[in-house]
């Protein structure tokens, strides 16, 4: 026994993992960001802090509401689920590097026969059966342990390892996803609230336009044509207004969707709407990218996949297994665990596959091929994340600049407005002046809207470019389940 114990301490200390060590694959990778110089680019990393990043806006109600998103989500209680069977599939995989153990006990009542023939007279033969039934008593426990020589298991734990990784950054990046969708909404929502405000007051201008026009008409001032033109604006104008209100409607029932509740049971009321998009900071840790949970779960499917060349390539050797039996048999219950019924076995056990055509090399090249294609969709990923986070600092400048730009431009055009409108209320000019402007107004007006929506929504699909926001003062996402 003592032989059997220093030559399996040998073999496990000579044992080795074949196939590939893992590394981690090169990417282009630039020094810094283009688009926002001192924006500095690093590694992936999906366990670096990330919190409730949407607080920077200041809404106290969006601040609730994206709270609920991690703990209501239906697709994020998918994806928690499926890190769930990840982590066990772990589990499962560590279970196969220790000995198997097992136990078991029966009672058999037998019976083999065989007769004795004697002669009666002469009247034939009678066959009389002088067996009797056997009852047997068994108890026995075994172990099994296969000997991981050349880390076939250790390969397969290292993947699902590797697995069980991606899993975790697919789920905090569904909850990343899912919480941008909502603050996007959240902000669609109060555009949409302000494009109302604003179109029931033009609404009720251009009421007050058509009433001067309908006046002058009684009076034989203008033609009906003024009076038409009016009231076009008017009914236009009205509805867009109930377009609007549809809109936001279904903006509403993304949110309750999003938060996990039926449209019917949620509704947002509507608020003032101070909120603005927030300062890009000049200078950011060179740590950033590396909170994308998107570039490090493709990064661990690359680490999952290299494992996975290493188990094939270990199907080239022998598996080696120990097994040993130990137990008592006795065709007697009192006598069962006498030393003479005892009885044991142990020793190795090799098998090799000598010839099988070539199953195992192809099994190789498949792992080396898999592998290959991890590769190309994690560098995918790093150059989608890069660009996405160039297209949203553009973004953020030029929109900075453009809304700088348009609120000259509704000044202008609000004063063009009243000097037309006091015009035709003096008779000075036609009604096609005072149309003219307010549409062009109304249109000036919306097109401000329409960039603060979009500097809004540009500045959280930075934030989500970025993997979770630029701020160093975050928790980290939890993955614990969600309460039922």
Known sequence: MKRIGVTLAALLLASCAVGPNYKRPGASMPAEFKEAAGWKISEPRDDAPRGPWWT?????????????????????????????????AVQQSRSALFPTLNASGSVTRSERGTGAASTVASKGTVVTNTARPVTSYSVSGGASWDIDLWGRIRRQLEGSNASAQASAADLANATLSAQAQLVTAYFEIRVQDELRRLLDQT????????????????????????????????????????????????????????????????????????????????????????????VAAAERRVKSANAQIGVAIAAYFPDLTLTGNFGYSSSSLDGLFNASNRFWSFGPQAAMNLLDFGAKGAQVTRARAAYDQEVASYRQTVLIALQQVEDQL?????????????????????????????????????????????????????SALTIRRNQLTAAVS???????????????????????
Request: charged share 20%; no cysteine; proline share 4%.
């Open 462 to 484: 930075l934030i989500q470019a970025l993997g979770g926001g630029w701020t160093g003062q975050m928790t980290d996402i939890k993955t614990e389940r969600p309460p039922a």
């Open 56 to 88: 920077i806006f200041g809404d106290p109600l969006l601040n609730d509401l994206a709270a609920q998103v991690q703990a209501s989500n239906q697709n994020i209680r998918a994806f928690e689920a499926a890190y769930r069977q990840a982590t066990a």
């Open 203 to 294: 609404a009720e201008g251009f009421a007050e336009s058509y009433k001067i026009a309908q006046n002058k008409y009684n009076q034989g001032v203008v033609s009906k044509a003024d009076l038409a033109q009016a009231e076009t604006q008017l009914r236009n104008t009205q509805a867009q207004a109930v377009s609007a209100r549809s809109q936001r409607d279904q903006l509403e029932h993304a949110i309750a969707v999003l938060i996990g509740k039926a449209p019917a049971d949620f509704s947002l009321e509507t608020v003032d709407f101070n909120v603005l998009a927030p300062d890009i900071p000049v200078g950011v840790p060179s740590t950033l990218l590396e909170r994308r949970p998107d």
């Open 394 to 446: 553009t973004a953020v400048s030029a929109l900075a600049e453009q809304a700088a730009i348009q609120s000259q431009a509704v000044d202008a055009a609000r004063d063009a407005q009243r000097i037309a409108r006091n015009q035709y209320r003096a008779g000075t000019t036609d009604f096609t002046a005072v149309a003219t402007t307010q549409a062009s107004a109304l249109s000036s007006e919306q």
